[in-house]
């Protein structure tokens, strides 16, 4: 318990966060974990996973068994031994939170991207998301033509092939992934970044370094959007910076869309072969694996994002768009 007090006190301040955790602990602690755990080539985080659904079944299966083998009335007569179960529960439940917060948990409450970078993130008007849209259909089309100017037979698919060797490790979840709409996460508990390496291989790059700031302490997705954008324009891999840009523009043209959709549809139509191919596939990949599983996913992580300093819930994703288009507008020439 007084752990939690001491939690939740430090979580107030965002730059007693950002000075003794996000800049101080906290690399410490990401660098251990990948010491320890990044060699493995498997996902240790998903064996964990495994184990504690296995486990949290037969503890289930377990109680159930012991209110069928003692009879409802008989057994809610026993109610210390209700009590006792619910404490354990309480107990196993809040160490989950102090471990979680710990060991990554604390960055949902650094100083955000605009204090840090020194840019207001105020809403965008029309014309500035029509601009900010242009420059990213630009993009966009540049690499694609770098792509298509390679001399692999199949450009996007030849260069993004390789990913799972450079970048984080691919879940051992598989096709479920599809299934409950995830393209990558990190794990906390074990410091790997994760990947479903089963959607399409174009976003996989962006994919990639979006789980990486993930892991470097960027735990708002908003963050993880921003800087992994910055990480791809840096890179001289065209299929990274295709992948980036294309992933930018979709959540920018998403958001004219709104105020007007003329546009949107024309730059729709203005995006390269490659990228008009790439993002029809997309939406016949999305419509395939669409399902209860899915929206149950979308609402719990929607629910999670909400508890941990991200109101916005999956909308934060799109904050991620406007912090690049203003680091562009303030990063002088």
Known sequence: MLLIIFAQWFMISDQRVEQWYAQGVYPYISGLLQVSLGWIPFSVGDLLYCGVIVWTGYKLWQFASTIWAQGFKNWWKGYGQLFGYLLKLLTVLAWIWISFHFLWGFNYYRKSIPDQFGFVADRPTSQELLQFTQYLLDETNRYAIDLKASPQKNAVHGNCSSLDSQYPKASIFGVIGNYMGYGGYYNPFTGEAQMNN?????????????????????????????????????????????????????????????????????????????????????????????????????????KFLRLNNQPEGMYSYNRGMVYVMRYINKKPA
């Open 198 to 302: 089963h959607m399409p291989v174009f976003m996989l790059p962006f994919i990639a370094v979006h789980e990486k700031a993930h892991q470097l302490g960027y735990a708002k997705e908003s963050e993880a959007n921003f800087m992994g954008y910055l990480a791809a324009m840096q890179s001289k891999d065209s299929c990274l910076k295709y992948s980036a840009n294309l992933e930018m523009f979709i959540y920018a043209n998403n958001a004219l869309r709104r105020n007007d959709s003329v546009a949107a549809k024309n730059n729709f139509k203005a995006l390269s072969p490659i990228a008009v191919k790439d993002l029809k596939s997309y939406r016949a990949f999305v419509q395939q694996y669409q399902g209860p599983i899915d929206e149950f996913t979308t609402w719990f992580y929607t």
